[in-house]
């Protein structure tokens, strides 16, 4: 009798599947597109940023844990199963560029807050305010990107054209902040970019010289004009910090400069404020930077590399590229909006020091590899890209919240957009806006990952709503694949794609689908099955 009914079954749906006309057909429009067979198995972490929570999926794009973590840029997933993110906690009216954030939280597994911290001066000097990202150091200290406020008067006492000034100059402080308490921290170190800097306008001031001659410092007169107008307090805007323990170095990504820097991390405070001590001999002097030749006077823009970039990362041991350093380069740039992913080999050696013919640009010459898809691939903003363990990149156009993997060879494997925007999740088979999707940035974690171990990671069906009929999710409200329909009534799958449960005809048993019921629904007597 069993037998027969899904022989029954499974007619009735074949008939209706080629022979029932559609009353709606939708395309699926959110959540999974693409899981090949090439793609690297584990769970993509991901925060919207007109959200305030953080999804943890796995490769089918469906959800195996979530968080409420407030509103915030960058977020990672911690060994411990906690979750870090910059957060929006205060909003500061003297720092009303993009990224800003005022304080880090932090949240357990269950979504408990067990840590947060600000830093942002409210006034009456708005002298620093948190923005953009941070990283979690071996030891539990936290690095953060802080802008520094400094006033007209101290940026024409270090050499500023008054004339290319519209006010004030809002700088780079790095912190790293030991956290105290539930509530707290303690600044352990820092570094200022205002103590290493050079220029060629004013011969009275002691940091006057050929700017060529001295890779090591910043240009306090540098500035794109071609994308940001020549005085924009927000010189450096920097997007990304990042922290390599074989060099006890640092890299962050100054987004208009269109370079990434390195900084000694082993100096103390004193000697990163200095032009020497630390491993590097150099104090807190750049040890290398890359991208734009022109803002250090060893090129000029046909020789620029990075173009407004984010998320620069060292590739971690173990992967493919170990020790090379990942960059997302966004644009756009003079052949138009275009992004890419850049590779590059820094020229270091095993104790840290980066090669530099005198005269010339720091290499590579070029990338050892690159990703771009010119028309079909940009992201004017945010972003990131990430190396795993299989060799493939994981690359989150950020502005659309489109996240997609892709082989060494550039060939797609993995592809999912990002369903959730101002309002939550979107209905599958509805069109999606092109703005309020932007993700920061994505990372793939290992199914190994300390974080995961002992977690319950059972999926719970995808982000978005199932629209009403389209069982199989299919985008299709007129039919069901007669295959999905035969496993389900044999027991080889317990669910179809967009249910949580195999009761898809509502009478109760989970192992069989009522054959009127199908006919009636297939041939669009039925918009929906009973729930």
């Known amino acids: 009798m069993a037998k027969l009914r899904v022989v029954l079954i499974a007619l009735a749906t074949l008939v209706a599947f080629y022979f029932a006309m559609p009353v709606q057909s939708q395309g699926q429009t959110v959540g999974l597109l693409q899981n090949d067979q090439g793609s690297f198995v584990g769970y993509t972490f991901f925060s919207p940023l007109p959200s305030e929570k953080a999804y943890l999926i796995d490769n089918n794009g469906e959800l195996v844990h979530s ?100 006010g004030e100059m809002h700088s780079l402080r790095l912190i790293e902040v030991e956290p105290v308490g539930p509530t707290g921290g303690n600044i352990v170190w820092e570094w200022n970019a205002f103590d290493h800097l050079t220029q060629d306008f004013d011969a009275t001031k002691d940091n006057f010289g050929v700017v060529a001659d001295h890779p090591e410092l910043i240009d306090v007169n540098f500035s794109d004009a071609n994308l940001f107008g020549e005085g924009e307090p927000d010189w450096l805007h920097t997007n990304s910090v990042e922290y390599n323990p074989e060099l006890d170095q640092i ?81 756009p740039r003079p052949a138009g909006d275009i992004s890419s992913v850049e590779e590059i080999v820094p020229p270091v050696d095993g104790l840290g020091n980066y090669t530099l013919t005198p005269g010339e640009a720091y290499g590579p010459a070029t990338p050892v590899w690159s990703y771009s898809d010119p028309g079909a691939f940009y992201s004017k903003l945010v972003s990131s890209a990430q190396r795993l363990p299989n060799g493939n990149t994981l690359i989150n156009e950020g502005s659309s919240g489109e996240f997609f993997e892709v082989d060494p060879s550039g060939s797609i494997v993995w592809r999912y957009v990002n369903p959730v925007g101002t309002d939550g999740p979107l ?33 719970g069906g995808p982000l978005s709503t199932a629209r009403l009929g389209d069982v199989d999710c299919d985008g299709d409200v007129s039919s069901i694949d007669a295959a999905l329909i035969l496993q389900l009534t044999a027991g080889v799958v317990t669910s179809l794609y967009c249910q949580e449960s195999g009761d898809v005809d509502g009478d109760g048993d989970t192992t069989s689908i009522d054959a009127a019921l199908i006919l009636q629904f297939t041939a669009g007597l039925l918009n929906t099955l009973p729930a």
């Open 251 to 331: 890299l962050v990504s100054v987004r208009h400069f269109s370079e990434i820097w390195v900084i000694d991390h082993s100096t103390t405070t004193e000697e990163a404020a200095s032009h020497s001590g630390g491993t590097g001999g150099k104090g807190g002097d750049l040890l290398y930077r890359w991208g734009n030749p022109e803002a250090y006077g060893a090129g000029d823009a046909d020789d620029q590399q990075l173009f407004v970039q984010h998320d620069a990362r060292w590739i971690e041991p173990g992967l493919p590229g170990a020790g090379n350093i990942l960059v997302f380069s966004n644009g």
């Open 67 to 166: 968080w409420d973590i407030g509103p915030g840029l960058s977020s990672y997933l911690l060994e411990d199963g906690s979750v870090i993110h910059t957060a929006d906690i205060i909003y500061n009216l003297k720092y009303i560029w993009g990224g800003q954030t005022g304080g880090v939280q932090r949240y357990d597994w269950d979504g408990n807050l067990i840590w947060e911290y600000t830093y942002s001066d409210r006034g009456p000097d708005f002298e620093y305010h948190l923005h953009h990202d941070l990283e979690v150091l071996p030891n539990g200290n936290i690095l953060m990107i802080a802008w520094e406020r400094q006033t007209v008067a101290e940026a024409v006492a270090a050499g500023r054209d008054p004339d290319s000034l519209e």
């Open 427 to 459: 209905t599958q088979g509805d069109p999606r806006p092109e703005l309020g999707f932007a993700v920061f940035r994505v990372t793939r974690y290992a199914p190994d990952y300390p974080g995961l171990a002992g977690r319950d990671l059972t999926p």
